[in-house]
């Protein structure tokens, strides 16, 4: 059987370097405000307070650990662009959390963003440079607990989060898809294709909705939402 060409990619390009100034920044900024996510959480729920500065303090090494994959490009991340990237999402998490409504926080940061971290992640390691791969192949293990942590304690409180879900779902899924487009480009000179990424956050998501308890038809009516933002 013929086997895949592996195609070289060319670390120290221009082009390169260019793309991962901006993609290594959005990480960055990810897991600075994953961090930020989980400190508020903690707030939220008091009884969960140990557990979720626990998971803060991982998003804090992730962050520490993609700088370190910046600089072993001589990359300067441009963090301008990670917080525009991530300000609708920032602004609908603050929001939700001034008025306590810790399920939406939930699905904004343990679901959504932990679903894109892993699809990114998982998609990333087989082209990423040594360095690098061997950071996010640690980061997205982390990654995982986190998704678990949202889907156990949603999954305990379904009935009464099930509506809000519903509604933080089809006004954050969007914002999700809208972001994808705007990394398509770079993503792609880094190796990782657009359709690659959709499909794993698809999957993720949509394992993580029937954990929590939501049915097929269910996954599938809400999975869809924002799909051609
Ligand atoms: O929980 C976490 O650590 C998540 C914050 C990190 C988000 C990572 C977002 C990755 C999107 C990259 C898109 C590249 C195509
Ligand atoms: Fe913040
Ligand atoms: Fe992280
Ligand atoms: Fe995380």
New binding site residues.
């Given amino acids: 059987m013929p086997q895949l060409e592996a195609i070289a990619i060319d670390f120290q390009s221009e082009t390169y370097k260019d793309a991962y100034s901006r993609i290594n920044a959005i990480v960055i900024e ?2 600075q405000e ?2 930020d996510n989980y400190i508020k959480l903690g707030e939220m729920l008091p009884e969960q307070k140990e557990n979720l500065a626990g998971l803060a303090k ?2 804090m ?3 520490k650990g993609f700088q370190s994959c910046g600089r072993n490009l001589t990359v300067t991340p441009d963090m301008e662009f990670g917080r525009e990237f991530f300000a609708s999402l920032h602004q609908n998490f603050q929001d939700a959390a001034t008025q306590g409504k810790v399920v939406t926080c939930l699905l904004i940061q343990s679901l959504i963003i ?1 679903c894109f ?1 892993i699809a990114a992640y998982n998609i990333y390691i087989p082209v990423a440079d040594d360095f690098a791969r061997k950071i996010t192949e640690g ?1 997205v293990k ?2 995982y607990l ?1 998704l678990n942590f949202g889907e156990e304690w949603l999954k305990a409180n379904f009935e009464t989060s099930k509506a809000e879900l519903e509604d933080a779902n089809r006004q954050n899924l969007p914002i999700i898809w809208r972001m994808l487009n705007q990394v398509t480009d770079d993503a792609r000179v880094l190796g990782m294709e657009k359709e690659a990424l959709v499909e794993d956050f698809m999957i993720a998501y949509g394992e993580a909705l029937s954990n929590i308890g939501f049915s097929t038809r269910d996954i599938m009516r809400m999975s869809a939402y924002g799909l051609t933002a």
């Fill in positions: 990810g897991e994953a961090y991982m998003e090494r992730h962050k932990e971290a980061v982390d990654e986190h």
